[in-house]
């Protein structure tokens, strides 16, 4: 068995969240936890996707939703 204080390389879990990244997109910007994105319908995801990613081009414009 593996030795659960063996660290992976940083470039292992990068790779796992970008496989997933459709669903972590959201949790990472604070929309959704884990648990909650693993219950949603397509449908839902993809809705919190969209808001994710909106909300993630304002926050790099530097400001809120006028500027």
């Given at each position: ?11 292992f ?55």
């Open positions: 068995m593996e030795n659960c204080y063996t660290a992976k390389p940083q470039s879990y990068r790779n796992k969240i970008e496989e997933d990244f459709f669903m972590w997109l959201p949790v990472i910007m604070g929309l959704a936890t884990k648990e909650e994105v693993e219950y949603m319908t397509t449908e839902q995801l993809g809705l919190l996707f969209e808001a994710a990613k909106m909300k993630k081009e304002i926050m790099e414009q530097g400001g809120g939703v006028n500027g």
